[in-house]
């Protein structure tokens, strides 16, 4: 049986660099999640691709579960099977789960590392990666239509054999084996530190390392919607809490977690955060000098300066992308490529998976340090130290700023329209030398001359301008920041 709503007057809805997010039970409804699951379905349904299914899963966060059932109801009513996550996962199990399965889609309900006051809805491509420009372009026309939508109770599908439970863990632990021995892993005399943010992450590291002598600890395990206060972003502050716990428990490196595992962090032995951009250029270098690999590698534009130097020294083509998993993934698949990264902590691999993943990210830094280990190169603060003098320098910092709806199409309008007009000739005391705007159309990036940088980017979803820098110091990183700071806010 199938049941009928309607859906008029609701609000536009459109994807970002990552899915649809949006505050719960203001624009995040139920209603919303069944247009977004609409979508899906007419895009389905044009490729004549029903019988390949479509994928569903879910995170910790609030009512996922039922938010995800809500979105089964209404593929299912299209007669598209449905393999519905029996728990909440991590997002790339769903990746890999319609690669393994061929499934003509997936959708994940997820947040990733919003606040917990958010929730969200995230496209998989049959490719695995995430949804691309091209998918997501049907997708927001159908939701654009407003029409009608047909839903199909979730035990009347069930019973029908539409939906049926998947369980990720043995299969993605086989897959992950392909090109990783977990074995040597397991074997390592090591005490690590995990911390997946009370996260959809929580448990599986523990889970792939088990059955060995390394020792594997891990922090706030148990669900929890709110996130501890904090976002489950692994970046400080919110991971002050596990840095402050690597050195008191003596262990040898931290591992991180996003609110639902497909993004990745480390700490070394101190509680040092190793931030995003070093952790680009440590997995580079992996792949390079100890895997011997000479794939491309694809970047965003908010990335490391440090991956065209080892690009340079390893012979690999470096290309660059828009911010966002939709451009970098496909990218990926275009090039061949073995890495592709983003800037927020988001790594994918081409001999694995064309999507972020977290939790192979993390085992593969783990790999890294203990090869290093073997060299002789040891703790993981001495590796570090090392690296950057074959990388250079990487003095990274992003800040966030906030702003009233009401002002923002005036900061926007500075942004965006009066820079092109007149971009800054210094920044921070020192010369701009090169000029790029941003191939999306919503910032600008600025080069001196040692080759530090800074990058502003206005968001299209909320009311926010993003300031990055990766500079030559630390000192001229915090300059930096104080003048893109300067240079948003109109001064």
Known sequence: MTETAGTGGSPTIVFGTDGWRARIAEDFTFDNVRRCAAGVARYVVERGEQAKGVVVAYDRRFASEHFAMAAAEVVAAQDIPVAFGQEAMPTQMASYEVLERGASAGIVITASHNPWTDNGFKVKAPTGSAGGPDMLAVIERAIAEDLPIERRPFADAVGASLVEAFDPYEGYERYVRRTLDLDALRAADLSVLVEPLWGAGAGWLSRLLRGGTIRVTELHQERNPYFGGVNPEPIR??????LAAVPAGRHDVGLLLDGDADRAGAADERGAFIHQL????????????????RDPIVISVNNTSMAERLGERYGLAVHETPVGFKYIGPKMIETGAMLGAEESGGYGFGMHLPERDGLYADLLLLDLFL???ARGVWPVSKIVERF???????????VDLHFQRSEYDAVKQHLLVDLREKAPSELAGRPVTRTVALSTNDGYKFFIADGSWLLVRSSGTEPLVRIYTESSSPDLRDAMLAAGEQLVRGG
Do not use: F, I, K, Q
């Open 278 to 293: 070093e952790v680009t250029g440590l997995l580079v270098y992996y792949l390079a000098e100890h895997r011997g690999m």
């Open 237 to 242: 502050p919110n991971v002050d809490e596990a």
């Open 388 to 398: 950057h003098e074959l990388a250079g320098p990487s003095y990274y910092l992003r």
């Open 371 to 373: 090869r290093e280990r």
